[in-house]
Nanobody
Framework: QVQVVESGGGLVQPGESLRLSCAAS????????MGWYRQAPGKQRETVAV???????NYADSLKGRFTISRDNAKNTEYLQMNSLKPEDTAVYYC??????????WGQGTQVTVSS
C-alpha cells in the first residue's frame, strides 16, 4: 500500500505565499511522476503542476510564474510553492503520485483559502 499525505494548506491574504508539501510512503519502488491538482467549489478538478522523476515540469498556463513545483526523490516528497496568491486560487489541493500508467495514488487534499 502507498500512503499520500499533503500538508501546508491554510488561510492567507491575497498577495501572500504558501508552500504545500506531499509525502508518499509505503510499498514504493519508484515514482514516475508527482503532481498537484486542485478543485474549487462547483468546479472540476484541474491540473496545477506535474514533475517527473527526471525533474521535467509542466504547469497550467494560467499559473506559470506564480507557482513552482519541486521534488525530493530520495524522500518521495514534492512541494508546491505558491506566490502572489489570489482569491481564485482558493481550492482543495490534491497530491497525485503516479507509479506507472496504470497505478496512481491520491492524497486526501489540503484546503487553501485566499481571502482578505
Amino acid at each position: 500500500q502507498v500512503q499520500v499525505v499533503e500538508s501546508g494548506g491554510g488561510l492567507v491574504q491575497p498577495g501572500e505565499s504558501l508552500r504545500l508539501s506531499c509525502a508518499a510512503s509505503g510499498s514504493i519502488f519508484k515514482i514516475a511522476a508527482m503532481g498537484w491538482y486542485r478543485q474549487a467549489p462547483g468546479k472540476q478538478r484541474e491540473t496545477v503542476a506535474v514533475i517527473t522523476s527526471g525533474g521535467i515540469t509542466n504547469y497550467a498556463d494560467s499559473l506559470k510564474g506564480r507557482f513552482t513545483i519541486s521534488r525530493d526523490n530520495a524522500k518521495n516528497t514534492e512541494y508546491l510553492q505558491m506566490n502572489s496568491l489570489k482569491p481564485e486560487d482558493t481550492a482543495v489541493y490534491y497530491c497525485n503520485v503516479r507509479i506507472s500508467t496504470m497505478t496512481e495514488y491520491w492524497g486526501q487534499g489540503t484546503q487553501v483559502t485566499v481571502s482578505s
